[in-house]
């Protein structure tokens, strides 16, 4: 099973080639590319402070 922090930097790589893909197709307008960029954006951002958190309570 892949660790923390490369599922993070997995999931950033995604992230980041969403938008340099969508970019390119000139997709980057449509409401439903923003939402679903958006909110895997989020996601990341909840998950991080999610591990902080958690590394925190087991200090």
Sequence with gaps: MPT???LTLLFSALIVAGFLVF???DILDY???KVI???SF???GGYLIFI???DADAN
């Design 37 to 39: 960029l958006f909110s």
């Design 52 to 54: 902080v958190l958690k």
């Design 4 to 6: 923390k922090n490369t």
């Design 31 to 33: 409401f439903i590319v």
């Design 23 to 25: 970019g390119v197709l």
């Design 42 to 44: 989020t996601f990341l």
